[in-house]
């Protein structure tokens, strides 16, 4: 009687209306940040960049030169070989973004430090690593501390005497040729070992010769079309060559991703081919705040010819002395709380006080800046080592924490193992654990970064001043940064043209400097992901 | 025994000094005492006395006394929980790395108690290889997964050779001999676990230590595992925890069985134990009766 029932009713329904409630108010919340998010940028690169002043035959020419092969191919590719899609694409992000940085690059060799002292600190460092591979290579006998100081000792006379003498040679030859020998020669060793992709030693010398020699040539070509030597030679060792070893290696390896090549040529062809058909027809682009002259010049009273060169040039700096001062000391806490620490409540307090530390706001750290460094260290206010100290402090728990999560997330059976084939603790660490665990504290030492490069108020409080007209040369000239330029043309210089353009394209520029920067992080995350 | 100044497990912390020898000489000595005819039995290698183990306040084990013979597989049976994995660990010392563990009585390698004060545990471990419940090879080539052992160790000699040699012990340089420089992730289960092996034998190792070998692994691998050991045997002390009784009977010569509360119960040649145990509890527990 029951069953029969129960038949005739079937099994009924169970209400879902406050789980799919729920759901929609998730998607909700989820496009109310992105839509924010989408409008801002919008609204701030339309005012940096200003696309509409540009001719519609301008915005034609680009739209049948490069948007319409690009989709077209690129959709194509992406229904019949993701792979390739992929690859291409990759291509054409590596060549951005690594073209971004040799600007900085060469920002800092025609700027900064001269090709004579970079050429002889690389000689310096290259002449100290033959010594301790010399070492290594004739007796691996030698007790490890006698090997450790004799390789100290060579490394510490070699960079105190080999710049010297270098810088006192009576003849130098040309900057592009010094450049190419500490800069471009280093990259194709690392560069020709991947293009050469199993092809033996001897391949593997023939790509790095290559290399060479298209960075050589390049010094010599580029006055030819009006790139100096030394811009042009950092531009092929930075961009063009890691670009091309990428490319070159990944389709020796998988030649079934040689579509996306194609693709890589679709867009770049296209961007160049647009550019010359414009130039021929007369159309004028757009008039955009972020241009040569923006990204070259120094601030000025009048908006259209402020620039931002100082800026960018102090945030590189700066960048450079947090990652030197925050990498090893926060890594170095890291691994001792990770993995020499007793678990106690000391270290627990220990590590409940780091992750406060990296709630404070900054301009508490620009605070401790200014009281530790400046007042009481009495250094002179606002250099480049005052700045990336405070801001290297203000980053130090971020990495700390980013280094333990990666030195955690290394399986323990990896140190059983280690332990258990007779390995002390510092070999497992060395061995094991920190190869496994870098590119996780790599990733999250760039996201800090990320974080510093974006801070204005430390550098207010250590007394940053807010114009600067020329790049700081050594770490105790004043430095300014991209932030805080920005922020005196919001406050100081609050015209309309400022408010409107200036800091529109000023902002611009950070973001993309700080996601090209995150980028990176995002490729080596991926990487390591894929790895495991 | 007697010699409390033997120097055989002595290395400092500093050991990427490769003038360290001690492989060798600890080895010579020990072989002299032992042929000497001292008080211990001429084939024993590991020797418990009473030995017992604290977690806090729970006892892991009771008073565990037994000899372990040379060159045979001795294997540790007994139903989770039952300390044979914490007795295998008293042995090379892993359960020095758990700060709430207490070791109790004396545990000799050969002649020399491992728990003695002058005992370096590192050095301990470089005389003992352990192979883990999970495949756990590092991730790095193959090459370097077996190579490992010797590196750490500043062994001396010709590594291409010994790596090739451990590899076809451990049954797999046949599968991977044009692969060395491939990741040993990339390996399957059953042959990262014989990697593991390789590893492990690489060194040279007196006495090797497999915790639940084949438990992570399917019916082929194991079986490809249980032969390889057997086969190790010939050469070295295995000493095996399983909690898979036909596993234990197939490949040991001799046979432990821990019960809850970490006793041990009997330990007997395997034979013996599996046909005819002169305890009830163990019948009961081989019959299926309990466990």
């Keep these: 009687m029951a069953t029969e029932s129960r038949e005739r009713e079937g099994f009924g329904h169970v209400s879902r209306t406050v789980g799919v409630v729920f759901r929609y108010l998730l998607l909700a919340a989820t496009l109310f940040g992105i839509v924010a998010l989408t409008v801002l940028l919008i609204y ?32 194509y590719l992406l229904r019949t070989d993701p792979a390739s899609f992929k690859f291409g694409g990759g291509v054409v ?20 430090v001269q090709p004579v002292t970079w050429f002889g600190y690389v000689l310096a460092l290259a002449v100290a690593l033959a010594g301790v591979v010399a070492m290594e290579r004739f007796d691996r006998q030698l007790p490890f501390l006698v090997r450790s100081v ?21 003849v130098y030859p040309t900057d592009g040729l010094l450049l190419t020998a500490s800069l471009g020669t280093p990259v194709a060793l690392l560069v020709g070992r991947y293009a050469a992709a199993a092809a033996g030693k001897r391949g593997t010398a023939l790509a790095v010769l ?23 030679t950092v531009l092929l060792s930075v961009a063009v060559l890691p670009t091309g070893g990428y490319a070159v290696g990944t389709v020796r390896r998988h030649t079934e991703r040689r579509p996306g090549l194609a693709f890589a040529g679709v867009i770049l062809g296209g961007a160049v081919v647009g550019a010359v058909a414009v130039d021929a027809l007369g159309f004028t ?83 401790l800046g200014l009281g530790v460094f400046v007042t009481y260290l009495g250094q002179p206010t606002g250099t480049v080592l005052i700045g990336g100290a405070t801001l290297a ?19 323990d059976e990896m140190r059983q193992a280690s332990y258990g084939i007779g390995a002390t603790r510092w070999q497992t660490i060395k061995n094991v654990v920190l190869p496994r665990a870098f590119p996780g504290i790599l990733t999250g030492t760039i996201l800090a970064l990320g974080r510093a490069i974006g801070e204005t108020a430390p550098l207010i409080m250590i007394g940053a001043p807010n114009v ?45 400097v700080l996601l090209s920067m995150n980028s990176i992080a995002i490729v080596l995350r991926n990487k390591y992901q894929n790895d495991q | 025994m007697t010699d409390n100044t033997n120097p055989e497990f002595a290395v400092d912390e500093s050991t990427d000094d490769p003038t360290t020898d001690d492989m060798v000489t600890g080895t010579d000595v020990s072989e002299s005492v032992t042929s000497s005819g001292a008080t211990m039995q001429r084939d024993t290698v590991v020797s418990a006395e009473n030995v017992s183990v604290w977690y806090n306040d729970d006892r892991a084990l009771r008073d565990i006394t037994l000899d372990i013979p040379e060159k045979q597989v001795t294997a540790m049976i007994g139903p989770s929980g039952c300390g044979k994995s914490t007795f295998l660990r008293c042995i090379n010392r892993m359960n020095d790395m758990i700060d709430a563990a207490r070791v109790e009585g004396d545990l000799y390698l050969r002649t020399k108690n491992v728990y003695d004060d002058d005992v370096d545990p590192v050095a301990l471990r470089r005389r003992v290889g352990m192979v883990f419940q999970t495949p756990n090879p590092f991730p790095k080539s193959i090459y370097d997964n077996v190579a490992y052992g010797l590196k750490i ?92 009784m036909q596993q234990a009977a197939r490949i040991s010569n001799k046979t432990a069985v821990f019960l809850t509360g970490g006793e041990l119960v009997e330990f007997d040649d395997t034979e013996k134990i599996f046909e005819n145990p002169e305890s009830q509890r163990v019948e009961d527990y081989i019959t299926g009766k309990f466990g």
């Excluded at chain 2, 230590?209 to 692994?217: R, V």
Aim: negative net charge; contains cysteine; aromatic residues 8%.
């Design chain 1, 44 to 75: 701030v690169a339309n005012d940096a960049i200003q696309p509409l002043t540009a001719d519609p035959g301008w915005h034609l020419t680009f739209f049948v030169t490069l948007v319409v092969p690009t989709v077209a191919v690129g959709g």
């Design chain 1, 285 to 367: 682009g757009p008039q955009s705040w972020v241009d040569w002259g923006f990204l070259t010049s120094a601030h000025s009273g009048t908006a259209a010819d402020a620039g931002l060169y100082p800026a960018i040039g102090g945030s590189i700096l700066l960048m450079v002395t947090v990652a030197a001062l925050s990498f090893p000391l926060g890594v170095g806490a890291a691994v001792y709380l990770e993995e020499y620490a007793p678990d106690n409540r000391f270290t627990r307090f220990i590590g409940i006080n780091i992750s406060n530390l990296a709630g404070v706001p900054s301009v508490v750290y620009g605070l």
């Design chain 1, 210 to 232: 290559g290399g060479v020699a298209l960075v050589g040539v390049g010094s010599y070509a580029g006055p030819l079309i009006g790139v100096d030597p030394v811009p042009a």
């Design chain 1, 150 to 170: 004799v390789a100290g000792a060579v490394a510490v006379l070699s960079l105190w005497l080999v710049p010297g003498l270098v810088r006192s040679l009576p």
């Design chain 1, 393 to 411: 402090l203000l980053i130090l728990p971020i990495v700390i924490i980013s280094a333990r999560e990666a030195l955690r997330s290394v399986p």
């Design chain 2, 153 to 244: 160790q500043n062994k001396n000699g010709d590594y291409d050779r010994i790596v090739e040699e451990s590899l076809k012990r451990a049954a797999l340089w046949d599968e991977v001999s044009d692969q060395l420089d491939q990741s040993g992730l990339e390996l399957s289960g059953g042959q990262q676990q014989r990697l593991c092996i390789a590893r492990a034998i690489a060194p040279d190792p007196e006495v090797i230590l497999m915790d639940e070998p084949a438990s992570a692994l399917d019916p082929v691998a194991t079986s490809q595992i249980e032969d390889l050991i057997t086969e190790l045997a010939e050469e070295y002390t295995v000493v095996i925890v399983t909690h898979n």
């Design chain 1, 93 to 112: 992000g590596a060549l951005a973004v690594s073209t971004m940085f040799a600007g900085g690059a060469a920002m800092i060799f025609v700027d900064i």
């Design chain 1, 468 to 512: 600067l007209f020329s790049l700081p040369t050594e770490f105790s000239s004043k430095v300014s940064a991209m932030p805080l330029q920005v922020y005196a043309w919001a406050s100081l210089f609050a015209s309309d043209p400022f408010y409107r353009a200036a800091v529109p394209a000023g902002v611009v520029v950070l973001l993309v």
